[in-house]
């Protein structure tokens, strides 16, 4: 296998990206003008293609069951993103658990540690991506060989990352807990300090020098790519247009419906007119078609043709609890159009200014996102805990919907590690009952570990 350069000291090159009034930035490439025959779908007729596109309409299993159907669903949605964040279950496995009913967390585990058929790479964020698309990850590694990730350039680090490479090449996987530092830098956060080698390790990960062959945890465990990749992995540098056709092929296989600038969501801002170029000639083909939708204007959606079979109504069948970084609710913008749902992640709000918790999930019911629920698993008393539970205003289908939530709780608690759940607060008032008296007041809800107040099924 062939890999990009090994030069850890290289000259600086500026970014194509940047402006530079000697080389103005060339016209955008055109999509065909706007016709007036182009389809137009519903509302309604979009969600439906959009839900079964992300594996999350009325069949629960849509790419079956155990491991195989796993890795099948990291294969079409085209990456799962890795999140820590541990009140719940972390992302990645939610994602999962969500379109995989009986999803284990070491499902994901041999996929990557024992079959090599996911790999972890960036793609807005750190990410499980299929193996099989390994190639096309080759352009950002080969673009973070010319500049640095997140790091500040020094000789330092320099050193640091050739000490690493070394230490691997040498010895084989290492952890950054292996590692004696020879030195301390500000964290990522730059709250704290931190070793420079997990500095240097990110960056040759994101330069492809490296790869995370499997975690022990959190802890990721890093090897050399040719020890890590099977044997037969396409490692072929892809051209603009090839990279982008791909792009825009993943991304709408997994969203249905889009519109351009969502099918390079947070990538650099040079590929969109290669997006626009491929969106073009892959309408040329008749791959894809332009619609538009009935009530947003004259907005141009693009879908593959084949997902327009997709639009029939979706029934409200199971209730799902999303992750905030499900592939579904991630680009927030396209989640008030599609949804009509205003949603931010308050993680990072002070407490005292949150409007609806900490780690809120949005409630997917059918069609709709129906409301938000904020959780806590509380894993050593085997207790979910939930702050709160808020519908969303002019719902009022609580009739239908009390069996279905009943049964999505005990099976969240179920996923979460949970014998139990026990709600504090539910909005509106007249749907409290959906709590089967299962309520604390704030105060008391925290449990205490065998303690004989904990609520039995």
Request: aromatic residues 8%.
């Amino acid at each position: 296998m062939e890999w990009v350069g090994r030069d850890l000291n290289p000259k600086p090159t500026p970014s194509k990206y940047q402006s530079n009034p000697k080389h103005p930035t060339k016209k955008r490439a055109s999509i065909d003008p706007m016709k007036s025959d182009l389809p137009c779908l519903s509302l309604a007729e979009v969600r439906a293609i959009a839900l079964r596109s992300q594996g999350l309409a009325e069949n629960e299993a849509p790419f079956g069951h155990k491991k195989a159907a796993v890795l099948k669903a990291v294969q079409h949605l085209g990456y799962v993103q890795v999140d820590p964040i541990s009140v719940l279950h972390p992302a990645h496995h939610h994602v999962l658990w969500s379109r995989v009913p009986d999803y284990r967390p070491a499902m994901l585990h041999e996929l990557q540690s024992t079959d090599a058929a996911v790999f972890e790479y960036w793609n807005h964020a750190t990410s499980y991506l299929p193996t099989k698309d390994y190639r096309y990850s080759l352009p950002l590694m080969r673009k973070h060989r010319r500049e640095l990730h997140w790091s500040g350039d020094s000789p330092e680090l320099r050193r640091s990352m050739r000490r690493m490479l070394a230490l691997i090449r040498k010895n084989g996987p290492l952890t950054i807990s292996d590692v004696e530092s020879a030195g301390m830098v500000k964290a990522w956060t730059e709250q704290a300090l931190g070793k420079i080698e997990r500095r240097a390790l990110h960056e040759l990960w994101m330069r492809g020098d490296i790869m995370i062959r499997s975690r022990r945890g959190v802890q990721k465990v890093f090897d050399l790519p040719d020890r890590v990749l099977p044997e037969g992995t396409d490692t072929a540098f892809p051209s603009k247009a090839e990279a982008a056709k791909f792009h825009v092929r993943r991304a709408l296989r997994a969203l249905g419906v889009a519109r351009p600038q969502e099918l390079h969501y947070l990538h650099d801002a040079g590929q969109a007119d290669e997006v626009r170029r491929a969106l073009a000639a892959l309408v040329r083909q008749g791959e894809l078609v332009e619609i538009r939708i009935a009530g947003l204007g004259e907005a141009s959606f693009f879908a593959p043709r084949d997902a327009l079979a997709l639009r029939s109504p979706v029934a409200n069948g199971a209730v799902r609890f999303l992750s905030p970084f499900d592939n579904l609710v991630i680009q927030r913008k396209r989640l008030k159009w599609l949804f009509d749902f205003e949603y931010v992640v308050e993680i990072y709000v002070p407490a005292a200014k949150r409007k609806y918790g900490y780690f809120v999930l949005p409630i997917l019911w059918g069609a709709q996102l129906i409301g938000r629920m904020d959780a806590k698993a509380y894993r050593a008393e085997r207790q979910l805990v939930i702050h709160n539970l808020i519908f969303e205003p002019g719902f009022q289908d609580l009739t239908a919907v009390r069996p279905v939530l009943s049964k999505a709780l005990d099976e969240f608690a179920r996923f979460q590690d949970c014998d139990d759940w026990m709600i504090s607060r539910i909005e509106p008032k007249a749907f409290r009952d959906l709590a089967n008296g299962r309520t604390r007041p704030q105060s008391d809800l925290r449990p205490r570990a065998n303690s004989s107040t904990l609520p039995g099924k």
